[in-house]
């Protein structure tokens, strides 16, 4: 059913369907060899609160954005490559229920199923999709992956100082190499790290800046411990980083859809079965 016209011409549509959706903002999507595989609503852990998103797997990419209306419009697209992924299965934590953490080389998160069985879903398809990639063609599998940030809520003092409390002036910070959350005092260090941006300086903390340039003379062999002015460009105090954080509310939840890849037609989760023998691109 895989390689039939219709079932071709049928996930042509959904394919450009999802491009759609996401208007003169998102990236074009459709590509020979392309599967949508499934699509649903889950709830990733921003570092303000937590939001409603939409998934999209493909068998080569994951693609997630904010919604704007259900089943509609969608906005903020982010496609990550699979061969950039790794899943890490999470237990229920009070606030958050049926979750796992996405790493990427740019941005780690944390995402929340509605359900158990929504979970395991997602879990499934994505390991399965990408096991399938890999082995069908010449990508290599990330090495590097960010660290996840630690939510606003779990700390209400400095990580790092141990002092400063947070609120008022005092704002909380997320330090881009560990993930701890430091008062600004604490965090007026910026630094390129490779895996998530070649060139552009992201806030660090004191104490990652300490190490990451005591490595750095290491690995050159600078006994002297003092750094070149290539190295100044790369490691340098600067002003107040202009962190976004995107907007968006929780709404109606809509089940997930997937492929049955034996058929070639699209089933809710209700009937849902392990994913099988997805082709290779």
């Known amino acids: 059913m895989m390689d039939h016209p219709t079932f071709e011409r049928e996930n042509q549509e959904r394919v450009q369907a999802v491009e759609s959706s996401f208007h003169q903002a998102g990236k074009p999507l459709s590509k020979p060899g392309r599967i949508l595989i499934g699509e649903g609503t889950v709830f990733k852990q921003g570092r303000k609160k937590i939001q409603q998103k939409i998934l999209f797997l493909f068998t080569d990419i994951l693609v997630y954005g904010s919604i704007v209306v259900p089943g509609r419009w969608y906005k903020k697209q982010k496609i990550i490559p699979l061969e950039d ?20 080389q740019s941005k780690s998160f944390f995402v929340s199923a509605p359900s158990y069985e929504e979970k395991k879903a997602w879990i499934e398809h994505i390991n399965e ?11 290599k599998p990330s ?55 070649p060139t552009k300086k992201l806030r660090i903390c004191s104490f990652c800046y ?6 750095k003379f290491r690995d050159r062999g600078d006994s002297a411990g003092k750094s070149s002015k290539s190295e100044e460009e790369d490691f340098c105090p600067s002003g107040e980083e202009n962190e976004k954080v995107e907007e968006g509310e929780i709404g109606i939840y809509s089940p997930s859809n997937w492929l049955d890849t034996k058929n070639g037609t699209w089933e809710r989760l209700s009937i849902y079965d392990y994913p099988k023998s997805i082709p290779s691109q």
């Open 210 to 215: 300490k190490n990451i340039n005591e490595e």
């Open 85 to 104: 992924i790794e899943l890490e299965d999470l237990e229920d934590s009070d606030i958050f229920k049926h979750q796992w953490l996405i790493r990427t």
């Open 129 to 139: 999709c990408r096991s399938s990639l890999m082995q069908g063609t010449s990508c």
């Open 143 to 197: 090495k590097k992956f960010a660290v996840s940030s630690i939510p606003d809520e779990a700390a209400c003092k400095c990580m790092r100082c141990l002092s400063t409390k947070f609120g008022g002036a005092n704002r909380r910070h997320h330090c881009r190499n560990c993930g701890f959350l430091v008062c600004n005092s604490c965090s007026k260090q910026r630094a390129v790290i490779d895996h998530i941006h």
